[in-house]
T-cell receptor, first 112, second 114 residues
Framework: AQSVTQPDIHITVSEGASLELRCNYSYGATPYLFWYVQSPGQGLQLLLKYFSGDTLVQGIKGFEAEFKRSQSSFNLRKPSVHWSDAAEYFC??????????FGAGTTVTVRA | KAGVTQTPRYLIKTRGQQVTLSCSPISGHRSVSWYQQTPGQGLQFLFEYFSETQRNKGNFPGRFSGRQFSNSRSEMNVSTLELGDSALYLCASNFYGGAEETQYFGPGTRLLVL
């Protein structure tokens, strides 16, 4: 069975500070990994994805994530957070069939 | 290129009724997935269609069904609505193409069952 754990339900970070969101997954084969962001009342926007190749993946809005197979992790990072980054972030795992399992999400609050 | 379109955006129904939600994927995408998002259960996979065929199904009762048309537009239907069906229903447009494979989500349909 595939699953995703996002250990942090809520993170508060100061504007300009760095951000790291944790994601641990369970998947029986080579995983497809995703990070999505959701603003209140909105759908999901894809930040980045990992299918294969370079384990450090660059995404939109200055985000990056690193795939670590040995740790079954796919943590999301941003060097300097902007107030507009306040949102809920979801990590997801799946295969090439787009049957994704999502984590419970991490809500990010940005303080001035 | 237009994004994923979902209609209606908001819907209010009463218990026992049925509802049909529509999703138009990105032009050229032949696959559509549906997800249910609730505060208690989070995001859960409902089903995926590719070229009018259901390829995957999540763990939902038979009251939840879907279909895909030849133009790739998809509908999902929920019969005999229950209060617990209140949720945001998200449709995703899936592109299969090697390194370009990805999944784009629509804005969702928010369903409230009274």
């Amino acid at each position: 069975a595939q699953s995703v754990t996002q250990p942090d339900i809520h993170i508060t970070v100061s504007e300009g500070a760095s951000l790291e969101l944790r994601c641990n997954y369970s998947y029986g084969a080579t995983p497809y990994l995703f990070w999505y962001v959701q603003s209140p009342g909105q759908g999901l926007q894809l930040l980045l994805k990992y299918f294969s190749g370079d384990t450090l993946v660059q995404g939109i809005k200055g985000f990056e994530a690193e795939f670590k197979r040995s740790q079954s992790s796919f943590n999301l990072r941003k060097p300097s957070v902007h107030w507009s980054d306040a949102a809920e972030y979801f990590c997801a795992v799946g295969g090439d069939d787009y049957k994704l399992s999502f984590g419970a999400g991490t809500t990010v609050t940005v303080r001035a | 290129k237009a994004g994923v379109t979902q209609t209606p955006r908001y819907l209010i129904k009463t218990r026992g009724q049925q509802v049909t939600l529509s999703c138009s994927p990105i032009s050229g995408h032949r696959s559509v997935s549906w997800y249910q998002q609730t505060p208690g259960q989070g995001l859960q996979f409902l089903f995926e269609y590719f070229s009018e065929t259901q390829r995957n199904k999540g763990n939902f009762p038979g009251r939840f069904s879907g279909r895909q048309f030849s133009n790739s537009r998809s509908e999902m239907n929920v019969s005999t609505l229950e209060l617990g069906d209140s949720a945001l229903y998200l449709c995703a447009s899936n592109f299969y193409g090697g390194a370009e494979e990805t999944q784009y989500f629509g804005p969702g349909t928010r369903l409230l069952v009274l």
